[in-house]
């Protein structure tokens, strides 16, 4: 990808944009793409979905689909994709992103040991580490190696995915999960461009509720887990990321983190 990274006629596909790091990712990048590009925003609050389309500059297409994404199909998620795409397809983009952002933090309140039950784990790993997977292969499905069109894939990962923290062996285990399976997807795919992207302790809904549990927790680890750690905003951690994709130093599928040099 050149340092154009994000010019020409784009489709940018963005899980997650109905507020926070999702939304923000679609206001800071729709400006950077060019004329004709189609911005698809999912996520499952509609009205969220449709305040950030509204911060978004005319002269694009914005779409909005309201999902869950815990429950969609292979087959519900192509429709959407191809809804939008229309009867020119996907060969009239120059290139194809798709930000895999949406995740949810889990049950903070259980330890590894008391995790036993297979429903709630399965409902996690449906959306924050199946989800993801599932609708890349259908991306690539329509993305594909003959549609000539330049690929992206930008996981939103998570320093939680490199370093364990105590009551939160689900959101750990799902982001180290999700990485490695992005990583995979990298070294089998050399021709589409893969970053796992940990933005950083961001201030977002996400984080107030890891800030709400450890404030109440009994145990001075998980107490001082995020007390007196500097908060990003969502623009400076996304701004990083625009930097990381603009510089492209970095091999397809590494884990690069905010506070990576
Ligand atoms: N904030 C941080 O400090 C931080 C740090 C490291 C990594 N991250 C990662 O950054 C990403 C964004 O998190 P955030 O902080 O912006 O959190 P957030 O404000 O809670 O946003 C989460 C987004 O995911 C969507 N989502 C959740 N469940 C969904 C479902 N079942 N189907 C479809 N969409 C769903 C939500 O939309 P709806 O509710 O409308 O569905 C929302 O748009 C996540 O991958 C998170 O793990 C965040």
């Known amino acids: 990808m050149s340092a154009a990274y994000l010019s020409g006629k784009v489709f940018l596909l963005i899980t997650g944009a109905s507020q926070g790091i999702g939304r923000q990712i679609a206001q800071s990048f729709a400006p950077l793409l060019g004329n004709d590009s189609l911005v698809l925003l999912i996520a499952r609050n509609a009205r969220g979905l449709q305040e950030t389309a509204d911060k978004l500059p005319r002269g694009l297409s914005v779409h909005t689909a309201s999902v869950d994404l815990s429950t969609a199909t292979a087959h519900e998620l192509k429709d959407v ?16 992103i798709v930000v895999h952002n949406a995740a949810s933090i889990g049950d903070l309140t259980k330890s590894t040991v008391a995790m036993t039950d297979f429903n709630i784990w399965q409902e996690y790993y449906d959306l924050n580490v199946f989800s ?103 623009e400076q951690t996304v701004i990083r990321l625009l930097e990381v994709l603009k510089l492209q130093k970095y091999k397809s599928g590494s884990h690069i983190d905010y506070y990576n040099n």
């Open 81 to 96: 994709i191809n809804k939008v795409l229309g009867a020119a397809g996907a060969m009239q983009f120059e290139k194809a």
């Open 132 to 234: 993801p997977a599932v609708l890349n292969g259908v991306f690539m499905e329509i993305f594909n190696d003959y549609s000539k069109v330049l690929r992206l894939v930008i996981n939103i990962s998570s320093y939680s995915a490199v370093q364990p923290y105590k009551f939160m062996g689900y959101y750990c285990s799902g982001k180290a999960a999700r990485e490695m399976f992005f990583k995979v997807f990298a070294v089998e795919n050399p021709n589409v461009n893969v970053l796992n992207y940990s933005p950083g302790p961001v201030d977002t809904d996400m984080l107030h509720a890891v800030h709400t549990y450890t404030s109440e927790a009994q145990d001075e680890d998980t107490k001082n887990l995020v007390k007196n750690r500097p908060v990003l905003t969502t």
